[in-house]
């Protein structure tokens, strides 16, 4: 894992019919490909397509996968070869196109009839794609997930959550806080991983200190049919969202109800949004050596991750990578286990449905050791947990810790089975 760190990508969306650039996005330090090369990538695809054979991805130095949606989007990504399976990439391709569909709607990309007009109105969706692309901090897009946040006190913002989305006429409605999703009505979970995922990431995109009207598109729930999402700064960073139909107009919800519904909970909010990005409190139980984690509940459609705790005498600085470096063994360390190691859970198909591995056995637990780090993972239907200690730790002492942390966080409030707000 220690060469696999994940170092540019370049993304190309053309349509399928006839070969021709809609856009391309791209992360890190990557040449620009010149026309006559994407045309070669598409042909390729094409090829292949015409004597009946699915083109998944090839590798060279580099590895492309091409994946085609409803018979007239084409998408390709060059990436740097991490060794691990193409399941996480042709997964952040399904996500890309679920952003195309959610600003424009499946029936403009089935059916496209103006090439130029498509361009243009695929512009919006660039903030979101780039966020999907570059986003090392949130691991939802890589766990089709929502990214949330342990705040202790969920109770003090769920119940006015409930009565402002009450009042805007809707069931569907959430508080994000530095990005992260802090309390949700019912409704609000019933949504796909992907579509929860994009909502988030889409307002994570918003401009601070705002307040929008946008007609989106959820891609599983209702491809075809927009709905209206609001989007209300409550405080810098502090985002409260509801989906609903044509009324209240945006006007009418921050006159009549933002004050009335907020106002008085105004304490809450600000221990919320202090938190930062750190996605847990200060009182939370963390196990001696650890210096990162994920943890995912694929039937509730949770992730929680972090590699933020105080620095501690136990960990010398010279032992603990860097804030960046410890991001990305995070990320790579799901991406190298899941789909090799542990099954990819393929929730939205078909509830616990799994893509198989090439095991006689299903492992359970897993780790590996490098020169600055070490790392744990478990199994444990429908959790998984992905634990990074320092290099000190003892190899030894490395799974009764992971276990414990992983017991400590199936205690919290965000991952009880309590109906309300979860």
């Given at each position: 894992m220690e060469d696999s760190l994940p170092r540019s990508i370049y993304l190309m969306c053309l349509t399928t019919a006839g070969g021709v650039p809609l856009f391309t996005r791209s992360k890190g330090i990557v040449k620009q490909l010149a026309f006559a090369e994407i045309g070669m990538?598409?042909?390729?695809?094409m090829f292949a397509q015409n004597h009946d054979v699915e083109l998944q991805s090839t590798t060279t130095d580099s590895r492309v996968l091409w994946k085609v949606f409803s018979d007239s989007i084409t998408l390709i990504v060059v990436v740097d070869d991490d060794d691990s399976e193409d399941c996480h990439y042709l997964n952040l391709l399904q996500n890309i196109f679920n952003a195309m569909v959610f600003f424009v709607g499946l029936d403009s990309l089935e059916n496209i009839k103006n090439v130029e007009r498509l361009r243009k109105d695929l512009k919006c969706c660039y903030a979101v794609v780039d966020s999907l692309l570059n986003d090392c901090e949130f691991l939802g897009g890589l766990t089709n997930s929502v990214d949330v946040s342990l705040f202790p006190d969920i109770n003090l913002l769920q119940d006015p959550l409930e009565v402002f989305v009450n009042s805007a006429?809707?069931?569907?409605?959430?508080?994000?806080?530095?990005?992260?999703?802090?309390?949700?009505?019912?409704?609000?979970?019933?949504?796909?991983?992907?579509?929860?995922?994009?909502?988030?990431?889409?307002?994570?995109?918003?401009?601070?200190?705002?307040?929008?009207?946008?007609?989106?598109?959820?891609?599983?729930?209702?491809?075809?049919?927009?709905?209206?999402?609001?989007?209300?700064?409550?405080?810098?960073?502090?985002?409260?969202?509801?989906?609903?139909?044509?009324?209240?107009?945006?006007?009418?919800?921050?006159?009549?109800?933002?004050?009335?519904?907020?106002?008085?909970?105004?304490?809450?909010?600000?221990?919320?949004?202090?938190?930062?990005?750190?996605?847990?409190?200060?009182?939370?139980?963390?196990?001696?050596?650890?210096?990162?984690?994920?943890?995912?509940?694929?039937?509730?459609?949770k992730c929680l991750s972090t590699v933020q705790f105080p620095q501690t005498a136990a960990i010398p600085a010279s032992k603990l990578p860097s804030y960046e470096r410890r991001l990305e063994l995070l990320s790579c360390f799901y991406r190298n286990t899941v789909g090799t190691i542990f099954p990819l859970v393929k929730q939205e198909v078909e509830q616990d449905s799994e893509v198989s591995i090439p095991f006689?056995?299903?492992?359970?637990?897993?780790?590996?050791?490098?020169?600055?780090?070490?790392?744990?993972?478990?199994?444990?239907k429908p959790y998984q947990l992905f634990v990074l200690f320092a290099s000190n730790v003892p190899q030894y002492a490395i799974r009764s810790l992971s276990q414990k942390q992983m017991s400590n966080l199936k205690k919290e409030k965000m991952f009880s089975t309590d109906k309300k707000g979860s």
């Open positions: 990538l598409y042909g390729v695809q006429g809707s069931t569907h409605g959430c508080v994000h806080s530095n990005g992260l999703l802090v309390c949700a009505t019912n409704k609000w979970w019933t949504l796909t991983g992907f579509e929860l995922n994009l909502l988030a990431t889409f307002i994570r995109t918003l401009p601070e200190n705002t307040a929008s009207d946008v007609p989106i598109y959820l891609p599983d729930a209702s491809p075809k049919i927009p709905h209206r999402l609001l989007s209300i700064h409550l405080l810098s960073g502090l985002v409260v969202s509801v989906l609903c139909g044509p009324s209240p107009s945006l006007d009418a919800v921050k006159s009549q109800l933002v004050e009335a519904c907020w106002l008085p909970h105004m304490e809450p909010m600000r221990a919320c949004l202090n938190m930062g990005t750190k996605s847990i409190s200060s009182s939370f139980a963390i196990e001696q050596g650890v210096i990162g984690f994920l943890f995912i509940n694929y039937v509730q459609k006689t056995h299903t492992p359970k637990e897993t780790y590996i050791c490098g020169p600055d780090y070490k790392a744990y993972a478990i199994d444990d």
